[in-house]
């Protein structure tokens, strides 16, 4: 097992903790900021599951029916996640509406804040932990674990206050808070799922890191100039071409053996899976 599958595998064990925490205190409370919150997790579990699916998929080498491999898997599964969290964001906006207009009373006790209190902490490391490791393993499905926590560590402060202001009888506050969540899920939904088609559709990479690209082909021994330059997202990888000159009395081996190790060079920034180097013979023209 990779490690990007193994730190998948371990998001999924602690959300699926957290959401049994987090809806036993909602239920012992009778608070439906703790309870919406407990949604919410749900739908961290749905993420885990679904990242960690796309990612043991991710990582299956090409083979003859996926000749360019599976890396489309990874954004595939995030605007499947995306859709669920719409859904659980609508669950709880509907939710905050009812208790605001028919409030009940909430028993908030130590093993209540406890949870809380532990939930938000554990989220806290993991927020510090998948952000870094995503961004070694160059995964974007452990990043997006990482901001996920961290957007968690937010909501716990927020339920938190709701849960304190209900105990001094501002029962309103943790309908407006539960709503308020709902409309972050939506937020969160809306921009993930943008992302994700962007990498589906095969998006360019930005300008900068063409730039980057080119000018490192340009440095390249016998590369003469460089012509178009073209990359798109195949899921969370790009795939590259790249026109570049070369003297036109080089040998067809010696122009392959160096279009080969340029080839080679370039694919070793970890975001792009293959490159594809056209060879065209210099001219006086050529940059």
Known sequence: MKANEQFSLGALFLNIILFAGKLFAGLISNSVALISDALESLGDILTSVGILIAVRTGNKPADKCHPFGHHRAEPLAGFIVAMFTAIIGFQVVVLGFRRFFKPAQTHITFIVL???????????????????????????????????????????????????????????????????????LFHSAYFLGIKNVDMLMGKAPSKRFLDHVKREAKKFPNVLGVGDIRAHYAG????????????????????????????????????????????????NKSK
């Open 114 to 184: 406890f949870i809380v209190i532990v939930a938000m902490l554990v989220k806290l490391v993991m927020y510090f932990v998948f952000l870094n490791k995503g961004k070694k393993l160059n995964s974007p499905a452990l990043t997006a674990l990482g901001i996920d926590a961290r957007n968690d560590v937010v909501r716990s402060i927020i339920i938190l206050a709701a849960v304190i202001s209900t105990e001094f009888g501002v029962f309103w506050f943790e309908s407006v808070v539960a709503i308020s969540l709902g409309a972050m």
């Open 236 to 283: 969370n990888s790009i795939n590259l071409e790249i026109v570049v000159m070369m003297n036109p009395l080089m040998t067809v081996k010696k122009s392959h053996d160096v279009a080969s190790k340029l080839r080679d060079k370039i694919q070793e920034h970890p975001e792009i899976n293959r490159v594809f180097v056209h060879i065209d013979p210099a001219s």
